[in-house]
């Protein structure tokens, strides 16, 4: 009797457990004290070129996809963590400025697969930094893919910690990736 009672509770819970309307989006970005750069002055642009504008979806076994956006504009977001890691390093922006630095969201996306006693979540996401001055031009992607699972039903507070830290992982590794720091400060 006990074991129906808990299965019960278990689909009770289950079955109460709601998708969130949207997504928080909020990389966190490494700064470091000291300026490393002379002042070197870049136009930044971000671009979003993914095939979904959601940033979550969850399949599960009885009910049609749900698609799930982020709390705020991504390339906003996007933007505001590379130039808080730029301006950090050293560098100016302007939107006049000769050399350009473009990134382009080619994926941001979580793939929850749910079903009735466990679920399996995977991220991707693909950055690609293009930069371009009068001498020539630079294309760097960096990809990062992510995944978990569990029992019962995902927790969506969990898969956005995990989210944020990978695309801050991602945008840090790209805004201060060697090739790039040097083709902007020649």
Known sequence: MRIVLVFSLIILLNACASAPTTLILSPTVLLNANATVAATTINLQVVDHRTQQHVLQIHDDDNPPLFINNNRLITTMINQSFQQSFVNQGYQLSLSAPLSVTVVINEMLINLNQHRFKYQA????????????????LTKTFNSKGSSNGILTADFAVLERI?????????????????IRQFLTK
């Open 163 to 179: 989210f944020n830290q990978q695309l801050g992982e991602l945008i840090n590794q790209a805004a201060h990736d060697p090739a």
């Open 122 to 137: 995977s991220n991707h996401i693909i950055l690609q930094i293009k930069l371009k001055n009068a001498e020539g031009e």
